[in-house]
């Protein structure tokens, strides 16, 4: 730049220093020089080298990026600032849960496979925390769940009462668990595809029926003395057992040690057993969905003919039926009702009566017997079920009875359940048309007495099968009879006699009190049927062996998770972080002496008087089970 340039300027500008200007002026001069002595000329070009170029640098370093250099020292990458994982953490007191946003990816997936933690002492189940957002116009704005960079943990209102989790602890779980290692094993491995199975029964002729039917005892011998299973299954599905009794019988800590069994389950066998009903109001009615499909089952159902539900209340099964439009069937419910009967009576709940839609269904009945207990072992009731029905074109009965009650000894659920077991198969005898299907469920099958009422069925009808479904759970001993093509026969008349007498033998009385009759069939006749000995073994042999294996499983990952939470936990004490509520110290916990879900309050597992009082629904759809007894825990899985 010229001098007369520079004058131009403002003289405020002029005295600025102009370090850029100036240095291009000195490069110019450098350029411009006549100079034509080499050694001039290559000190100039040195001089020129060795001048800073802060522009021409920058452009370089944007075009050439260097590699990141290793810290010169310690002291210098300790001084990089690092933030925790945790960015926030909310709780909700009055449902047990909370959701915790996280800066670290790594943390969020390893929570999510790890499933259950431990946090101030108490299992928490931990999953990917989600939130509801409207999709695009084209989705007709459906809500739909999208992944938030977060975990929800939840352990449950109850247990939040009881021993709470504070955010602190949450926060502190999470933040100890950056740059750690994911444990090995998350990944759970069944010991079997989860899927539906089914089993033949046949038999190649009619043999003769025991006149002399009488009560007897319900003893595990008549459990380990099966024909068609033998002693050393059984007690090894007992043995798998008495381990999930022990895990009900650990004592705290943890908390809510329950969490583990059900996630454990939950990982094994995900479609068995899940919560809720997928397409229905409850999972009774994904099973019947299931059975359906897999044997046919309203496959040549006439259209408008009708269909009894026995036992079935709230009703699930009956809502899929007459969700069938296209057949149009017109349905009646025989059920327990609650609250009612004698002390020592099958006790019905409140939940499980009809739902109130079902009542008001245009192509639905209510029915309650003769004395309006809809209790099908009480004297009258099934005949007067049956008179009800007899102008109907019945060509379907449904029956999901069952029973729940901690006065079951272990392992004896299906002896006491085989009454109503006899009482469901006269009733669809007494009602179906030619031609009906039966559905009914049952619980284990070893004893003598069930499988001569699974030969007579097999002589009933044309096809006969036992169904355990998928989403029947795989640790437990519930399945399905399937009977289709009823006969209407000799024989018929000849098993429906047999099956009064026996029906008339229980007298009304509450299986509390009288559980078991002798065998409907001579067990050496049965033994002689080749073909209903085969089929019977191969049912049971495979159910036990199953239902064991899945147990055993269970177990197995109930305690490696519950290790494993324990190992990264920070703290185990339950009761360490509790704020007193009063002026006074907390006294002190006995922790062995604290209630476990097997021993629950002991005092309501008392005896009143002489008189065993039994709670139970004559139904029920695995609802309200109580595991105040240990030695029923397992008995329910």
Not at 178 to 202: D, I, Q, R
Not at 387 to 395: D, I, K
Not at 430 to 455: E, H, I, Q, R
Not at 607 to 624: A, D, E, N, R, Y
Request: with cysteine.
């Amino acid at each position: 730049m010229d001098t007369t340039k520079q004058q131009k300027l403002p003289a405020f500008l002029c005295s600025i220093p102009r370090p850029v200007a100036n240095l291009v002026k000195q490069q110019h001069k450098a350029l411009d020089s006549t100079d034509t002595d080499p050694k001039t000329a290559n000190k100039k070009t040195e001089l020129l080298l060795s001048l800073p170029r802060p522009i021409r640098n920058l452009a370089l370093q944007k075009q050439e990026p260097q590699a990141c250099e290793e810290p010169t020292s310690k002291a210098t990458a300790d001084e990089i600032p690092t933030l925790p994982p945790v960015i926030r953490v909310k709780k909700s007191r009055s449902r047990g849960c909370a959701y915790v946003l996280l800066r670290d990816s790594a943390i969020i997936e390893r929570c999510v496979l790890q499933r259950v933690a431990v946090i101030d002492g108490v299992c928490v189940e931990l999953s990917r925390h989600t939130k509801k957002a409207k999709q695009s116009d084209d989705a007709e704005g459906e809500d739909v769940e999208q992944p938030v960079g977060g975990v929800f943990v939840s352990w449950g209102a109850r247990v939040e009462s009881r021993i709470p989790v504070s955010e602190e602890g949450i926060e502190a779980y999470f933040n100890s668990l950056a740059g750690k290692p994911c444990p090995e094993g998350l990944v759970a491995v069944p010991p079997f595809a989860e899927g539906h199975v089914s089993f033949p029964l046949v038999s190649q002729g009619f043999a003769a029926m025991s006149w002399d039917i009488r009560p007897t005892d319900a003893t595990e011998d008549e459990i380990l003395s099966s024909p068609f299973c033998t002693a050393e299954q059984i007690k090894s599905l007992s043995a798998a057992k008495d381990r999930m009794d022990e895990l009900w019988e650990r004592p705290p800590p943890p908390m809510a040690r329950s969490l583990m069994t059900r996630v454990a389950r939950d990982q094994l066998f995900p479609c068995s057993g899940a919560h809720g009903g997928k397409n229905h109001e409850n999972r009774a009615g994904d099973k019947l969905a299931e059975i359906s499909e897999i044997t046919g089952l309203l496959d040549g159902v006439p259209h408008g003919s009708a269909f009894l539900d026995l036992c079935g209340g709230p009703g699930a099964w009956s809502q899929h039926l007459l969700a069938k439009e296209e057949l149009a069937l017109q349905g009646f419910g025989f059920t327990l009702k609650a609250n009612v009967g004698a002390a020592d009576d099958w006790k019905a709940e409140a939940k499980d009566e009809w739902y109130p839609d079902l009542e008001r269904h245009p192509r639905w009945e209510s029915l309650w017997g003769a004395d309006g207990t809809g209790d099908l072992l009480k004297p009258g009731n099934l005949n007067h079920l049956t008179y009800s029905l007899a102008r109907e074109h019945v060509m379907l009965c449904v029956a999901d009875g069952g029973f729940s009650d901690d006065k079951i000894p272990r392992n004896l659920l299906e002896l006491y359940f085989y009454r109503l077991f006899l009482a469901e198969l006269l009733t669809a005898v007494s009602c179906l048309s030619k031609g009906g299907k039966f559905v009914c469920k049952l619980y284990s099958c070893f004893s003598a007495p069930t499988a001569s009422l699974l030969f007579l069925t097999t002589r009933l009808f044309d096809s006969v099968r036992i169904v355990k479904p998928m989403s029947s759970k795989a640790t437990g001993p519930e399945r399905y009879l399937v009977a289709t093509g009823f006969h209407q026969d000799g024989e018929m008349m000849a098993i429906q006699s047999a099956l009064l007498r026996a029906h008339a033998v229980g007298g009304g009385a509450s299986p509390l009190l009288t559980p078991l009759l002798t065998p409907m069939v001579a067990m050496e006749s049965l033994s002689q049927d080749k073909s209903f000995a085969e089929s019977m073994q191969s049912m049971l042999v495979s159910l036990c062996s199953r239902q064991t294996q899945a147990l055993n499983a269970v177990v197995d990952r109930a305690i490696f998770l519950e290790d494993m939470a324990m190992e990264s936990a920070l703290c185990t004490d339950p009761f360490k972080n509790m704020v007193s509520t009063s002026k006074d110290t907390r006294p002190e916990v006995d922790i062995a002496a604290l209630p476990t879900p097997a021993r629950g309050d002991r005092n309501r597992c008392e005896h009143k008087g002489s008189k065993v009082k039994g709670k139970g629904k004559g139904k029920g759809k695995g609802k309200g089970k109580s595991r105040t007894n240990p030695a029923n825990a397992a008995q329910w899985f």
